[in-house]
Each structure stands twice: as C-alpha cells, then as structure tokens.
C-alpha cells in the first residue's frame, strides 16, 4: 500500500484547502502536516559558494525525514495571490539546499514517488489557478515525480468549498483512486 | 519624473536578477531594496476570523510605506522553483492584511502604480518561466497596478545573464523606457 | 430555458470529444452542429483594407445565425497539436469579419451569452491541455462572454473518455448543471 | 550553414508579422512561403480507421517537401483569436498524417531540425500570446524539435510594429543569432 503525506501549505486551520483534501481523502490512510507547524527559515542559495550551503538550525530536516518516508506527496495550498502559500514556497525553495546534501541523494529518492495537487482559492481559481497547476508541473518534472493530477476547489470564507459541487465531484473521483492505491 | 522602487526577491547578494537589473535601471534614478534585509512574517490568513487581523511586529510595515511612496513597483526575483522567492511570496501574501489596513487604503494607492517584473533563472526561463509572467499578471490585475512590462534572463552561476546577449538586449530596450519616465 | 447550441470542431464521428460532450448533455436539450459539415473558408484579415471585407461565398453565415439564436455556446473540439482543431480555429478567425459586419452588432450580442469548454487528446490533455483552456479565456474575455466552465478528457482511440472516470465524473457534474439551466 | 525556412501564416500581405520576420531575417538567407498561398485541406483524422488515412489531393506534400529540405522552422503567425492563424492551424493538423506517411519518417527528420516562433498581435499580446508560445513548446517537444526561441511584436494595422521598439530590439538580436547559423 503507498504510504501517503499530505504536506498542507495553508497558514490557517480547517480552511478550504484542508476541507477539500480531507473530502478527497475520506477513509485513506495517511500522513497530515501543516507546513505552518514546522519553523522553516528562508532559503540562502549558496549553489555557488565555495563553501557551499550552511547547516541551517530549524524544522526543514524533520519534514525531509517525513517525505522521504513516503510514496505519494500531496501538496494542499490555498492559493494566495495566484500562487503557493509563501509557507509551502520556503519550503519548497530549500529543496535547492537538500540537492546538494550528501547524507543521501534527494533526487533519486523523489524520483521514485509521485506527487498530487490540490489548490484552493477565491478569485475564479478553475482559470487563474492555473499557471500554480503549470509550476507544480515543470516542479515535478525537474525532480522526476510522477505527476498523478490535480484538484481545484472554489471557496473564501471556511467551508465554502464543501458547496463547489464541481471540486467534491472531483474529489470523489480521487478518494477511489487513493482508496485504490 | 516617476519614483522608481526595486523589490529585489534574491537570497543572495549580487545574483543575476540583481545584475541584470542593474543593467536596465542604469542611469535611472531609483530606489532598490533586498527583501531578504527585512525580517517578513508569513501570512496568518484572518480574513473570516471576527478579531480580524493581529498586528505583526516585523518590518513589512517599513516596506509598505517605501512602496506607497513610489510610482513604479519593480519585482526583481530569481525563478526558485518556476516561481518567485520564497522571500518575495512571503511578503507579496501579506498584503491580503494590508488591504484589511485601515491608516490607509492600500488598493486605492496601489492601483495609480504602475508594475514591472525582472525573473532569471538556469532552466529554460524563457519557457518555464511564463507561469510566473503570468501570476504576476493576476496579481497587478487584482491590485489594479498596470503591468508595464516584463524581462527574463537565463542564468545560474552570478555573471551568467551579463552572457546573455538576449536578455541584455531586452536590458537595454527598458533602459530607455526608464530613462524616459 | 437556455437555449444551447453544441460546437463541435472534431474532424471525424463519434470521437471522443463528441462522445463526453454527449455524457455531459444527457436528457439536455440543445442544437448540435459539425462544424465539419459546413464550408468555411479561412479569412482573409481586411480590418485594415479601405474596401474592408469582401462578401464570402460559404456557410459562415449559417454557422453564425445558429450562433445568434442560441445563449449557451458549447465549444467542443479535440485537442490537435495542442490546440483547437483547425475546423473550429477557421471558423473563430472568422469573428473578425462578424466585428465589422454592419447588419447587427455581433459582438454586442455575444456579450450576452456564455460560453463552455469541452476538450479530449491523447497526451496528457489535463495539463497539456491549459494554454487552450487559457486561450478560450482570452477570447471569451474579449467578445464579453460569460466563461460557465471547462471540461478535460482524455482519449486517443473512439472510446478511450468513457472509461476516463476522472473525465466522466466531471461530465456528469455538469449534467446537473445544464439541466438546471 | 543552415537552410531556414519561414512559414507565414498570415492571411493578408505585407502584415506585422511579415514585418517583423524581415527586420529578423534581414540580410539572412532562407527560404519564405506564406502558407495562404498553398491548398490546404482540413485534417481528417483517421489514425484510428482501419484504411488509414486517404490521400488528399491538395499543395500540401509540396510544403512537406519544403520542411524536409531545411534544417530550421521559422513559424511566423499573425494572433488571431490568441492563437495561431487558421492557415497555419490547418497545416499542422496535417502533421497527425504525415507521422503516419510510409514513404519516410517524418518524426525521424523532425527531432534534427529546430523551431523558432513569432508572433504578432494587438492585443497585450506580450502577456495574452503567452498560451501560444506554450502550445509551441508542446508541439515542439512531441516532434523532437529544439526550440531555439521566440519573438512577440505588438501591431493592428500593418507598419505598427515597426514602431515596437521592444520588438524591434528583440528582432536584431536574433538577426545576429540567425546570420550566425
């Protein structure tokens, strides 16, 4: 059975991002953090720096540890501003960091797994959601995850999303595709 | 003559996005800051909380007001991930506290500004960098900001983009646009 | 009730667009057309011609006069290299003489209508697929018609998107939608 | 030293597009065909019907003939409705039929040669064109083309984008890239 992790970017609890995923994963099991919980300090590329990237004294390592433990990722972000959540940004900005650490090898580990999105937002997110679809794309790509699909879900205020009939139709379809893995 | 203000999203000093910047704001005028100098919070999204948004004790504010006072919003960002910084995502999610703001109406001032975006980036910017054109779009779009204009430049190693005949051609061209405001 | 006229742009019958498009119209009461089946001739741009277009011997203007009776536009093609076919581009090249078509407002009457998007290919049509879902946005945008929705399927031989759940489960959610229309 | 050919999609002589490819091409040696001028009929998609695809009786092998004796494609379409032109739409349709063609491989001579695009609009087509540039990538990568790069000039009425200086500057860059070939 794929071990499951859903990484939630959102920086507020049991809003629609989180809603709309646990619809989509009623009676799977897995893994839940919120990225929020986690203190990740911003990336400082030091790629080209002859001493290289220094040990950064924070929470990035214990959600590294998370990942690497699992087969799927799904990454759950409200869309702020058309993009990620700044929370999920610095975290996904340290993988840089993680590329050249040399305990173990990042891209062959992800390479292995596969990775799922889902995006909520309030400004017609079905249409400007998706150049955030298109990044998670070239993201996955870059890193060799499969890309499974995503989900896109309609909401402002909490609770919202649980009336976007057209997101929980879609969740649905996916709640028997990860019933399924 | 138009105030210029260069929001420059990079982790390190003297990057490409800088230098290539640099290229086309020479001669101009301007004033440039590093996001990454200003300790930013993310986001606490209290939109629907009654007790609305709490004040933060950062230096967000202190960015603000450098933006109010200028005409012409310039976000300089390297491409990490095929999207902007972490650095500049955080700041960029905390104006959905700003609009909530009530010393002053944040919208109301942002939409007589005009915006303007440099990315640079080492895989495929010209192609892979085009959600981020387009994030940007939505953005100005909401804020009612005018969207001037956009250059891409391709780069990892600093001084790479100086190599890049394409994106200092492009330098040029907005040189004289600035130079003209 | 709305009135709604089916568009469909696929060059060949019982495809896969037409097939989910069916799905989704189930019990629905609507006009659907092959564009196929109609001669369009290509335009030829004269916006800037002193003599402006010239009359063209076709069946544009049949297509046109569906067009104008109806209040729900269903554009329905497969994807072709990634875009509309070709059948349906001709005939959206074509709007451009209807904009200077004096005998009634085209696009004043357009404003009016809504617009809905059904697309099938073979090569990862949920994500290769965007830049067209996006390119319908910009033209609904500019004739002022309202943008309903769009559906994904996926498919290569006739058959293939019935047995895309994922492409089912959203067409049978739109289903409800046009029959409350 | 590379054989170039440009095919024009446009529907009208002397247009933007036209224009700013020569400023591009100027002193360059190739070969230019404006496809207008060529009988194209529409695809018929017949990959899945046992007989395979008819031969049509139309100017469309003489194009073919034309692409397999030049190393590098220059697709120069004016943007009709945010995307390619009809002509030019019609012809790459065509492609599905040839990749099926028994008298050569035409996928095998494809992934040698290389790609470059431009496109004109009026429109805000630096941000509203950046679908199509898309949709060339993908059609691109499927034939195993290399995509060398893009220009995008701004223009309604013929001559406008001579005024482009953003264009323009992009133009003579590429005049060096290509007189360099």
Redesign the interface.
Known sequence: MAKILVLNG???EN?NTEQLTDVMLEGVSCTRINI?DFLIQ????????PAGFTKVDDDYDRIIELVRQHDVLVFAT?I????????M??F??R??QSLRDTRFSFKEEMKKKKGFVVICGG?DP???G??????F???FQ?MGLE?I??MIGEG???GDVLRD??AI??A??WN?FFRSL
Chains 1, 2, 3, 4 share one sequence.
Request: avoid cysteine; aromatic fraction near 18%; proline fraction near 7%.
């Open positions: 959102s920086s507020r809003g929020r911003p990336i400082v590329d030091k790629r080209h720096d409200p702020y501003w058309y993009g990620m959540s700044g929370h940004k610095q996904i900005d993988w840089s400004d079905y249409i400007k998706l150049p955030l679809i298109q990044q794309q070239y993201i870059f890309y699909g995503y402002n205020a909490p009939e057209r139709g879609q649905k379809y028997q």
